[in-house]
Structure formats: C-alpha cells, structure tokens
C-alpha cells in the first residue's frame, strides 16, 4: 500500500531511512567507547533493520511472511511502544563520547566488522529495490497475482489480494436466473416479487414470498430449498468451495460482478498433507484452481471508491443458468410425497444431449438445508443414522455401482473396438454362466448378441464378452470422458477437459496393476468365480466400478447424439452474452453404433411404454451392494426420448438406492418424471408428431 501511494522513489526513501537508522545506531554505539553499549546501541539497529528486512522480503515473496508488523510505520501496539523505547534509548546514548583509549579499543575491536555488515545491509536493501521496482512499474499484473500456499491440514490453495474480495463486495452481484428467466438470486426483493405469478405457478408459496421480501438480506433466494446445491447461499457462505454442489453464487462470483475471471487448473503436490488430526502426513497429488482476476486491475489500482467503480456498477451482470428451476422445485415436490419410498434415496437427473444442458437434478428426501448442523455431517455420522438424509448433490457428487446400466459401456467398447462387426458378434452363453434366474430380466442360454444381451439384459453374456475380447482399455476411456470411477480414481463430477492428460494416463497405469489385473484369473470355463471381481464385475455394473446418475445420464446423451459426448452446460448466458457450446468428444467411433445401441435401448424399453405414457429408449440397471452393514439393491432407469421442439434428445437417470429393483424406477419414471417433463413441454414419444 505504500508503495501505491508514494511509488517506487518514496519506497527507496524508506529503505534508505532504514539503511541510516542501522548505520547511524552502529556509530553511535561506537562512539560510546565501551563494549556493552556497543553491543546494545548496534543490537537495536540491526534487529529493527532484520525485522524490515523480515516485513519487506515476504511483502515481495522473497522471504516467508512472518506477521510481524514494520517497525514504525505498522500499527502493532506493544511492538510499537518498543520501537519507540529502543529509538529513545540510542537517542540518550548519542551524547555519550568514549575516552581516546575506549575509542582506540572500539576501533581495533570492531570497525573490520562494521564495513561488511554495512555493505551487507547496501546489498540487501539495493536488491529488494530492484525487486520491488518490478511490482510498482507494473502493478497491473502484481495486484492481482496470487500465492500458492497450504492451509492448516496441508492442503494446497490460492491466496489472493484481500482487496480484491472488498472490491467484489462493494460492485454487487447481478441477478442468477434459470433457463426461462426467473430469478434465483437477487440483491433487490423487488426482483423476484416482480415475478410473483410467475413464481407461485411454479411451485413456490405465496406467504414465503412475501415474508422473504421484508427480511434485509445481501441476497434472496426464492427457490432456497429446492435449488440449493445449484445456486448456494452467499449470505452465510455456506460450502463455499466444496463439491457437494455446483453453487452458482460461488462458482460464478465473477461473472454475477460483470467481469471475466477465467478458471486454470493445476495437478500439484501437497508434501505435508494431513486428512485429519488423527492421521499422519503423507504426500499427495491434489488439483488446484487458479483464477485470473486480471479485469479487476484497472479498478483495484483506481480505488475501490472511484468513479471507475460506480461506472462499472451499471453493467449487465445478469448470469442465465440453464436449469429449470420450476421444473426441479415441481419434481422435488412430487417426489416428497411418495409413501412407498420413505425407506429409500432417489436422485434424478435430467440433461439435453445435442446441447449437454443441464435442466434438473432433483433427490429425495429433500436436504435439510435450514439445519446446519444435519448438512455438515460427514459420511461416517450418516451411516449412523437410521434412515438416509441428503447432503449434496445425489446426482452428480454420490456415486454408486451402476448396475446393468454399464453394460452401454461394455456394448460401446465393444462397437469403438471391433467396428459395426460387434453387431453380428455372438457369444456362446452356458447355462451354467447364468447369474440371475429370476425375475422380470432373468439371464438365458445359448447364442447371444449384443442386442438380444441389451434387451435382455444377460450378465453374462456381457461379462464373456468384455474378457474375451479385451475391451477394458476401449471401457476406460470412456470412464475417464463420462465421469465414472473405477477404484476410487478417474471420475469427475460437473465437468472436465476431455483433452488426455498425464493425469489420466496414470489412473489407467493404477487400474491396469488392479482392475485389468484380473483376466488373468478369468476362467472361461467357471465364470461365476470372478463375476464381481475387476473386469467381469466393470462389464455389469458391479465391484469397484462406481457411477452417479449424471454419469450415466452422460453415456445414454452420447448414444442419442449419434455417439458424440458433449460438454455439460450449467451456464447459457452472461449478461448479453451467449455462451457458445463447447465442442464434443466422440464416446463411440461410428454413429451407426450410436443408430445400433438406441434401437437396442428402444427394444428394451418396448414393453414400458404402457407404464411410462411415453415411448422411449432407455436401460435398466439392478445393483447389488453393501451399505451400513446391509446387503442391498439400488434401482436404476437411463433413458432419452426426442424433444418435443426441436432437434436432439431429453435424457434421464434415476436411481433409487435400497429398493426392490429397476422396475420401481421405472414406474417412478412413469408416475413423477415424464408427467412433470410432458407439463413443461420438453419431450415426446418417438415416432410421435406434435402440432
């Protein structure tokens, strides 16, 4: 701050001061005569001086920031008061003249020390002014550079300007809106109740409204409880930082603010990281973002109350998610009315797939969001509890074994490594491989294909075929570009950057030494041995593979994409401005595979259509897994049906956790989604033509 108010002269004049105060207390000790005052009058110049040299180093990253204040010019209280004190001190010692002999003592005792130690102190002070001529020349750059630091636990992070965060206040937010333009956060009540009818017909309560609109808040939020893990809550802050949701507020502070703060990620090393108190440190690899709030220079520099900020106040700092926020609040709703389910977690998530627009995640039960405490509980205090509690984002942030679901992937790998060949392929299936022999999809015998194996659902069928044809590499990658985790490693939640990386290379060296590991112990003669163990248990949905709605929401877009993945888009306008899609990424080689698997999905979803009120291509999925010391089921139900305007595809993933089986989430589909999706105009049968 000094140097901004007197430039690089006057912070050269400081030092120079300071140079002096060291070299005037060194001479006037020595001109005392005797060793002790010596030693005592040099002391203090050369602990003031160490301690700007301690203050100075770190404000310019040369040294670590110690904290202690600069002496004279930082108010420090005791530390101040001791400055004085000490300066006094040599005052009172300079009317003190040493004898000829004390003095011809001095001289030979230490003037061979004095010249080193000044010239020491030149250097010092000469090479901070060099240093620092670099911020002051060009402080648009500087103001804004942040520092790679580590917080308590070891975890690595950003710091940045603490200016910045006043400034970011002092500008405001815009209003965060969904998809049809009603807002979700505002500063001004005015904002929503402007929208009242707009509001209440989509769900929300007239008496809460108006009740909202006389509280003095920062920020309001109409749809608090149903859009929490999309938008946030900035007026206490919190999760901010933390992936349990997508938090708008938080994820888009710049944006709201009317300036661009692009985002760069960066894999780093934390050496000393400590999960918990109870755990001991270790070294680990953690990503770290860094953003560039290099728009803000020219307002920083200008003062946070100049003109410059109240001009920059009157821009468009409206931000337009793509969510539907009436269509979520109406889903979330519906879904708390169940009775059947009471004992169960449902997550629902619903995205285009020509344009990878996000417009709902909805879960049931509904999070606790006005207890604080219930939310801040970590998984172990949850599996405690006898019943599910929701805590994040079901849909994209809690992942679970997939189930039969996967076998799209294991079908698609099969397509991008033998071509459109895979669709003639048939696997000889015994009837002693059979795994299920029960139920609405029990597997069968004989000569299957990777049709008859998607509609009928044949484990395994899928589990010879993607040992015997070593499809694990072609079924990691497309893990790695839809966001399922395979061993704990190379998932993602809301997005990624679908460019390979050293990264990604190294989770497929963790699953070749674990996972792929296993065809060496696959038996083509006893299949049943190894069904759930690496490969066998990734080409049906089970072991280590582990999967979120969104994931799988994520493949099934891809196959109604002609087999091109694209980006998830959460955000489709910033102030006037739309945001272009981002390109995608081929999940299969040929769209003809794509054209094969959605004629499967259609054939297997045939015989739904009477419960769904909807024709449609979808999967089912039945896993199988553990949780609080229970053997469980999860139900699942991926399926896409064609817009009801416009070209592409609406596509869904439930998943229900602890039920009977995919047929409950299929009639969950046909008794709360499609009712809810058909309501809102967003899909039609295929084959279906609206006027």
């Not at 349990?244 to 888009?252: Q, S, V």
């Not at 344009?355 to 995640?361: E, P, Q």
């Amino acid at each position: 701050s000094m140097g901004e108010e007197f430039g690089w002269a006057g912070i050269i004049c400081i030092f120079i001061a300071f140079l002096i105060y060291l070299h005037r207390s060194i001479l006037i000790g020595r001109q005392t005569g005797t060793p002790f005052l010596f030693y005592l009058c040099a002391g203090i110049g050369i602990c003031t001086f160490v301690q700007f040299l301690l203050i100075a180093g770190g404000s310019v990253g040369a040294l670590p920031l110690s904290g202690v204040s600069l002496p004279f010019m930082s108010y420090g209280g005791s530390s101040l008061i001791a400055n004085m004190l000490a300066a006094g001190f040599l005052l009172s010692a300079s009317i003190i003249q040493g004898s000829p002999v004390q003095m011809k003592y001095i001289a030979r005792q230490q003037d061979r020390n004095i010249m080193p130690a000044l010239i020491a102190a030149i250097v010092g002070v000469t090479m901070l002014g060099v240093n620092i001529g670099q911020y002051l020349f060009n402080p648009s750059h500087w103001v804004v550079q942040p520092a790679l630091v580590a917080d308590r636990s070891g975890a690595r992070m950003f710091s940045y300007n603490p200016r910045i965060a006043v400034l970011m206040n002092r500008i405001g937010a815009g209003n965060l809106l969904d998809r049809k333009g009603r807002v979700l956060a505002t500063g001004n009540p005015q904002g929503f109740l402007a929208q009242q009818d707009s509001l209440i017909s989509a769900g929300l309560d007239p008496a809460s409204l108006q009740s909202l609109s006389h509280k003095r808040l920062d920020r309001y939020y109409p749809f608090y409880e149903s859009m929490f893990f999309w938008v946030g809550d900035m007026n206490t802050g919190a999760f901010m930082g933390s992936t349990n949701g997508y938090f708008a507020e938080y994820e888009h502070m710049a944006e709201l603010r009317g300036f661009p703060a692009p985002e760069t990620k960066f894999d780093v090393k934390a050496s000393r990281f400590r999960e918990n108190r109870f755990l001991p440190r270790v070294e680990t690899e953690m990503t770290v973002a860094r953003r560039d709030f290099q728009a803000l220079a020219p307002l920083l520099l200008a003062g946070i109350n100049s003109e410059d900020v109240e001009k920059f106040k009157q821009r468009n700092r409206d931000v337009h998610m793509t969510v539907d926020a009436a269509m979520q609040t109406q889903l979330q709703q519906s879904l708390q009315t169940l009775d059947t389910l009471k004992n169960s977690r449902i997550s629902i998530v619903i995205m285009e797939d020509n344009t990878g627009d996000v417009l709902a995640s909805a879960s049931y039960p509904a999070p606790p969001v006005n207890d604080r405490e219930m939310m801040s509980l970590t998984n172990a205090e949850q599996n405690s509890l006898p019943y599910f509690i929701t805590t994040e984002d079901l849909g994209f942030t809690h992942a679970t074994q997939p189930g039969s679901t996967a076998k799209l992937i294991t079908a698609a790998a099969a397509f991008n490594k033998l071509g459109l060949a895979a669709a003639k392929k048939t696997i000889a299936v015994r009837p002693g491989d059979l795994i299920r022999t029960r139920g609405e999809e029990p597997d069968e015998a004989g000569n299957i294909s990777i049709q008859r194996g998607i509609v009928r659902s044949n484990n395994p069928f899928f589990i010879r075929l993607a040992n015997e044809e070593r499809l694990e590499e072609e079924m990691g990658d497309i893990y790695l570009k839809a966001g399922l985790f395979l061993r704990g490693v190379g998932g993602y939640y809301y997005d990624t950057d679908f460019t390979p990386t050293a990264r990604q290379e190294r989770w497929k060296d963790i699953w070749r030494e674990t996972e792929f590991a296993s065809i060496r112990s696959y038996n083509r003669n006893d299949i049943r041995k190894t069904r759930g163990r690496g490969i066998s248990g990734m080409a049906w949905g089970q072991g280590e593979l582990i999967s979120t709605p969104a994931s799988m929401a994520r493949v099934a877009s891809a196959i109604a994409n002609g087999g091109t993945l694209m980006h998830n888009r959460y955000i489709w306008k910033i102030s006037d401005s739309t945001l272009p899609m981002q390109e995608g990424i081929a999940l299969l080689k040929e769209p003809q595979a794509a054209a094969f698997l959605t004629q499967y999905m259609k054939e297997q979803s045939a015989n739904k259509a009477a419960r769904l009120g909807l024709v449609v291509a979808g999967k089912t999925g039945t896993p199988e897994r553990i949780v609080k010391g229970e053997r469980i089921n999860d139900g699942w139900y991926v399926f896409f049906a064609p817009k009801a305007q416009g070209p592409g595809h609406v596509v869904v993933a439930i998943r229900i956790e602890k039920t009977r089986g995919s047929s409950v989430a299929v009639r969950l589909a046909g008794s709360h989604v499609v009712p809810v999706l058909k309501r809102f105009g967003y899909v039609k049968s295929f084959g279906e033509k609206l006027n």
